[in-house]
């Protein structure tokens, strides 16, 4: 199993990654296991912001997109008294 692994570099030095989004350099690699803890080590040496997750970066967007609609209110419920169809209508 591969794990995702997000590095963000940023120039002023490391806060909250979103708050600096465009003053830094960040990319994501897909080491190997083994690869994982040499990695992290080394980015901790060099206090390197680091942020690892089992997620495709895509999958983690999307639900993050689906996140933020609902909160608009972008959202359908749907009545378990009624068929799907009905409830679409």
């Known amino acids: 199993m591969h794990s995702i692994l997000n590095i963000c570099v940023l120039h002023a030095g490391c806060c909250k990654r979103d708050a600096y989004e465009g003053l830094g350099s960040s990319g994501t690699l897909e080491p190997a296991r083994e690869q994982l803890s040499a990695l992290k080590a080394i980015a901790k040496a060099w206090k ?3 942020e690892t997750s ?10 993050k997109e689906g996140t933020k609609q609902v909160k608009e209110g972008k959202f359908t419920t749907l009545d378990p008294g009624k068929s799907i169809w009905e409830n679409l209508k």
Do not use: E
């Open 48 to 50: 390197i912001n680091v």
């Open 54 to 63: 089992p997620y495709n970066p895509d999958f983690v967007a999307r639900v």
